[in-house]
């Protein structure tokens, strides 16, 4: 019997076939289908129900001409342009800030993270700039060429990360900032950071929140006064996550009601749109970042282990994506978008469990969310880029 | 490595959501449970009281009553947010509009009596224009609701308020106690008279009815429902017009004893009942009181008022719990023992000199006509109430059959409860040698029983105490052959659909061991003494010939009690009626004209009250 070599293989194969990830195109197909189905249970029982979930279906749509588009880009060509999408990010995460200064448009709930024309929002930039981030950071770290060792190189790629993560603070939005740290760390690591410098930089880190609630508390001593270096709201989610007895009413009122629902759908769950706690409004925000709550409460564990499985297959699909690149800017990509929706999935379900602080983070392919999905899809035409390339 | 830390990362959600989901699934689906299902509890109206002939006694009035979510307390934690504002601001409007401090409002919605979700009542018997006000403005009282709630009423003020009692709210001591297992700590229960004898079917079962509820607390729909049951109407027997003039009577008497200089005089009690089945037809007590005071709650003012010392106790149902020395009314019982055991006879005659000294010079007794009957019958003695009569016969006793009075008396139900279906009976007390060792424990001398006790026993007086209901339903028992019935206020219990479900049969307490020779006698003389003895002046020009007898009871530091009590027809008895005043004076001249008009009243004749004199014992 021959022995068919890969290349031969591929020759044999029509182009198509050669292009396409089935494993990814099948998960991403069976996520956004599966989130279709909760994300209409979830909204079911609103007012405006039907058209949320026409706008949820539009969406995808928008997200799978992003895809094609992403997807027919050489994502070669990006590699030289670390500067100019570093600017671009960096132009789009203070976007609302600039129009609010324009006054165009106002903070919403205290916050500067939509693009909105008056009253009419248009879609977060911050979601769109995650990705130009990991553009930019697989370019940089790319030139290392798998070996980060020099204290320099280590400061530059810091550098490079600290400018996204700090003008998302001034949003300010700290869950996305947590979304940026995770990618740049993730890249980093594939990118060949060495273990000592990992320990370093996680000192940093611990030293730098630790800073943070070191003013924050100086802050309140002197002026008497919330908010002044940590959001109130941000400061109640973290004191509930550590104590959830702190307060009932508010912060931890959500995490609770959210336990029960998914605690409530035990095994099997309560069928689609008969889940109470998401239907009599005990849980915030089901049909965004509440979602996975109401897959817990509707479908039960079974449900949350099928979403789980999904969520597998997309990352370790990823994973080859990346393996099999041609290069390693290309692997690096890959390697921050799979970073970026590990964080997403353990912050959102880990918040949605009681089992990380609360952040506005939603959960990718099934939270409710225009921008976050165009995003999300403009990611998977990314890594059929590298794939469809990798020769 | 990556692929590591993706596992890791899964595998720890995937463990954390079995724990949630499968291990402690169930714990969190029953707090899923409690957190959308609400029961609301459904009042089921309480029973209402009517007299023998339907007459309403006790009815319910719907009145509207403003509630409040609990939620809408004060949460120190939420200090200054919105939403503790916009609290703030229902709670405002709602002590303008109902003129309830806010403090108030707050220390209802903080009450730990109800069930912790259910709405707190503000305010009760709220006028219908502010309802109007409320359900206009409704966006400015979220969380407030408007129910119904029933109340009793009095259609007929204070008539009969000792039999029919009051409700109130549930007492703590009420709630732990085995009786009210399944009350709620907010239901109204009987407290005194028929409300609290017949609680068990005046009280219906609430219903209830689980809703399923969103997280602001709006019902979505209806799970189940359980239909309240009401609780059953009842009769009494008793006459609300006889009632009527019973209490009047008293009223009159106690005018009639001020009229005769007997200024102390301010209560008394009247009995009347059926001798032929032990029926309750008036049963008044005086001074009375309101019922309706009680509804919702009374003020801690007026209670003082009416549990004051200098009240007369009003509250106090003098007709069942009142003790008296039973005085003349005693020596038909004294007669029929001493006829009984053949002490006396209907021919035995007697001699009255003013002061009687049977025991000896030195232990002399007067009768209560100092001058003295002189020469006496057997039946004279009951006519004319000549104690020294009763004394021979009392002495007689004392030497042949020493305790044979209170042997006889107790078979017609002296010295212990009669069971009457109201709460408070008392007792009394029939004294023997037992009794005076134990009374006089820390006093050796007095613990002998002597023959001036005996002697005293048997006109009525010495420690002798009877309730004016033992004194009724022991003439009753001679009036009709001698059986003493149990006696009753409660004729019918009434299903929804006003049939009666339960009739109240006549109850036989005893059938005391006594010819109906005897009885004759003893009823020859009672008749005797209405037409021409000590009761002669009140009955005058009355169309229906009565028996009966009068009493002037001497209490040690007071003015006499004044005593009648008789039953008619005399040969075909039907109803027997008891009137004791209290520092009244004489039996004769002030309680036998109540008793007139009360038996008037219930034979149909002509009430009239008449001014009688009488200075008998």
């Known amino acids: 019997m021959r022995r068919i070599t890969h290349g031969e293989m591929m020759e044999e194969r029509p182009l198509i076939f050669r292009a396409v990830n089935a494993p990814l195109i099948a998960s991403v197909v069976l996520l956004t289908v599966y989130g279709s189905v909760v994300v209409s249970s979830a909204v079911s029982s609103m007012s405006s129900g039907p058209s949320m979930l026409k706008r949820h279906l539009f969406g995808i749509g928008l997200g799978l001409v992003f895809m094609a588009v992403a997807w027919a880009f050489d994502y070669r060509k990006l590699e030289g342009w670390a500067g100019p999408l570093m600017a671009l990010s960096a132009l789009l995460i203070v976007s609302p800030r600039i129009l609010g200064f324009l006054k165009v448009s106002k903070a919403i709930s205290g916050s500067y993270s939509w693009l909105s024309i008056g009253k009419v929002r248009l879609f977060q930039p911050s979601e769109p700039a995650k990705l130009v981030v990991i553009v930019v950071l697989a370019a940089v770290i790319a030139r290392y060429g798998g070996k980060i060792e020099r204290p320099a190189d280590v400061a530059r790629i810091c550098g490079f990360a600290a400018v996204p993560f700090v003008l998302i603070l001034t949003q300010p939005d700290l869950g996305t900032g947590f979304v940026f740290i995770a990618i740049a760390v993730g890249m980093m690591l594939i990118g060949g950071l060495q273990p000592k410098w990992f320990l370093v930089l996680a000192l940093a880190g611990v030293l730098l929140v630790g800073g943070l609630f070191a003013a924050e508390s100086i802050a309140f001593r002197v002026t008497g006064d919330h908010n002044k270096v940590i959001p109130k709201h941000q400061m109640d989610r973290l004191t509930v996550f550590f104590d959830p007895s702190a307060d009932s009413a508010n912060a931890g009122f959500h995490v609770q009601q959210s336990k029960i629902a998914i605690g409530s759908g035990e095994l099997s769950g309560k069928g689609l749109r008969a889940g109470t706690q998401g239907n009599l409004y005990f849980l915030p925000e089901r049909h965004t970042d509440f979602i996975f709550s109401v897959l817990g409460e509707e479908l039960g564990f079974v449900g949350a282990i099928v979403l789980l499985g999904l969520y597998l297959a997309l990352l370790v699909t990823a994973m080859s994506i990346s393996a099999s690149s041609r290069d390693l800017f290309g692997a690096l990509i890959v390697a921050g978008v799979c970073t970026m929706w590990l964080f997403q999935i353990l912050e959102n379900i880990g918040m949605t469990i009681g089992v990380v602080p609360v952040t506005g983070i939603p959960l990718p392919f099934m939270s409710y969310g225009a921008s976050f999905m165009v995003t999300n899809m403009t990611a998977i035409g990314m890594l059929l880029s590298v794939w469809t390339r990798r020769y | ?617």
């Open chain 2, 1 to 617: 490595m990556f692929g590591a830390l993706i596992a890791a990362v899964l595998a720890i959600l995937a463990a954390r959501l079995w724990v949630m989901q499968v291990a402690e699934g169930s714990a969190y689906a029953l707090q899923a449970k409690q957190n959308r299902v609400r029961e609301v509890t459904l009042e089921a109206p309480r029973g209402q009281i009517f007299d023998r002939n339907g007459e309403p006694l006790v009815v319910n009035r719907a009145v509207l009553v403003v509630m409040a979510e609990p939620g809408l307390a004060y949460n120190e934690k939420a200090g200054e947010s919105a939403e503790e504002q916009a609290k703030g601001q229902v709670k405002q409007n709602l002590s303008t509009l109902l003129g309830v401090p806010v403090s108030e409002i707050e220390e209802k919605l903080a009450s730990k009596k109800e069930n912790a979700l259910a709405p707190r009542v503000i305010a009760t018997d709220v006028s219908l224009d502010k309802i109007a006000y409320l359900a206009e403005h409704a966006s400015e009282f979220e969380g407030i609701e408007v129910r119904s709630r029933a109340v009793r009423q009095y259609p007929q003020g204070r008539l009969a308020a000792h039999v029919l009692g009051y409700a109130g709210e549930i007492s703590d001591s009420q709630l732990s106690g085995a009786d009210y297992a399944g009350y709620d700590p907010t239901d109204i229960v009987g407290k005194t008279g028929a409300e609290l004898s017949f609680e068990n079917v005046l009280h219906g079962d609430r219903g209830a009815r689980i809703l399923e509820v969103t997280a602001g607390g709006r019902p979505r729909r209806m799970i189940s429902e359980t239909q309240p049951n009401a609780g059953k109407d009842i009769v009494l027997t008793i006459d609300s017009e006889i009632q009527k003039v019973a209490e009047e009577a008293l009223v009159d008497a106690l005018a009639d004893a001020h009229r005769n200089n007997s200024v102390k005089a301010k209560s008394g009690a009247a009995v009347a009942v059926d001798v032929t089945n032990g029926e309750v037809v008036a049963l008044a007590s005086c001074p009375t009181f309101d019922p309706a005071l009680f509804v919702g709650g009374i003020s801690q003012e007026t209670w003082a008022e009416i549990t004051d010392k200098s009240s007369e106790y009003p509250l106090s149902n003098r007709a069942i719990a009142g003790l008296y020395p039973p005085a003349s009314t005693f020596k038909a019982i004294t007669g029929l023992a001493g006829l009984d055991s053949g002490l006396t006879s209907a021919v035995s005659s007697y001699y009255c000199p003013g002061r009687w000294i049977g025991m000896g010079e030195q232990w002399g007794k007067w009768c209560w006509l100092h001058s003295g009957h002189k020469s006496m019958s057997f039946r004279g003695g009951v006519e004319e109430s000549c104690d020294a009569v009763f004394y021979e016969i009392g002495y007689a006793f004392y030497k042949n059959d020493r305790e044979g009075i209170q042997r006889f008396a107790r078979e017609f139900g002296y010295g212990s409860r009669l069971g009457i279906d109201l709460p408070g009976e008392r007792a009394g007390r029939m004294p023997d040698a037992k009794w005076k060792k134990e009374f006089n424990e820390d006093y050796p001398e007095y613990q002998r029983w002597l023959p001036g006790d005996t002697v005293n026993l048997a006109i009525g007086q010495g420690d002798t105490l009877v309730t004016p209901l033992q004194v009724a339903m022991s003439y009753a028992a001679i009036a009709n052959g001698g059986t003493l019935y149990k006696p009753h206020v409660l004729k019918e219990v009434l299903s929804s659909d006003g049939n009666p479900v339960v009739t109240v049969e006549p109850t036989v307490i005893a059938e005391p061991d006594v010819s109906d020779e005897d009885l004759r006698t003893m009823r020859t003389a009672l008749k005797q003494v209405v037409r021409t003895g000590t009761g002669k002046s009140a009955f005058r020009g009355f169309n229906v010939s009565v028996a009966g007898k009068t009493g002037t009871a001497e209490v040690a530091g007071k003015d006499d009690f004044a005593w009648f009590v008789g039953y008619a027809p005399a040969d075909s008895p039907k109803y027997c009626v008891a009137v004791v005043i209290e520092q009244g004076g004489s039996g004769g001249s002030v309680a036998a004209p109540a008793a007139r008009q009360i038996l008037a009243a219930l034979l149909g004749e002509k009430i009239e009250h008449v001014n009688a004199t009488d200075n008998s014992r």
